[in-house]
């Protein structure tokens, strides 16, 4: 088994009934102004958006500096156990699908969108905290990383125009 992540279950705010006015105000804030705020942060992961999503969205995603992954069938989250700990924090951190955002804000292409939601909705079922398939799934640094990604996806899919908004 993996060493313990620093995030604990006791920490996480559940939502429940009790709660929801507390998650609910969160609705109308001025989400626009914030996300500027916080994009400078946001990663950049090629040089190339649209080619790289393209890619993606033919089941075939570059881990930089190492090789392309075929997920035509399956995502390996847990890889081949023979790459090293940064490829599945580029993995795990999900950089590629800041080029499925990027590109879609270019080119308002729904694929790119839909393509990163089932990405996002299969990592999650593949990683949860108790049992991920990988060690580095829940690592403090590429926990942010995927956080920061997942921030930017969904700040892109808000837009009417996407398949997720709808």
Known sequence: MFSKPY?????????????????????????????????????????????????????????????????????????????????????????????????YRIEKNAKYISKGFEIIKDWIINNPFENPKNEMAWHDETTSKRLKTWVNFFDAAKDPSSTVAR
């Open 7 to 103: 995030l604990r279950k006791k920490d996480i705010l559940l939502f429940n009934k009790e709660n929801t006015s507390e998650i609910n105000k969160y609705k109308n804030i001025d989400k626009d102004a914030t996300f500027e705020k916080i994009s400078p942060f946001l990663i950049t992961y090629s040089k190339n958006p649209s080619l790289s999503a393209k890619d993606v969205v033919n089941n075939e995603i570059h881990i930089k500096g190492y090789k392309k992954l075929n997920i035509s069938e399956k995502i390996y989250w847990n890889g081949e156990n023979s790459e090293p700990r940064s490829f599945f924090r580029i993995l795990h951190g999900h950089y590629f699908i800041n080029d499925l955002v990027d590109a």
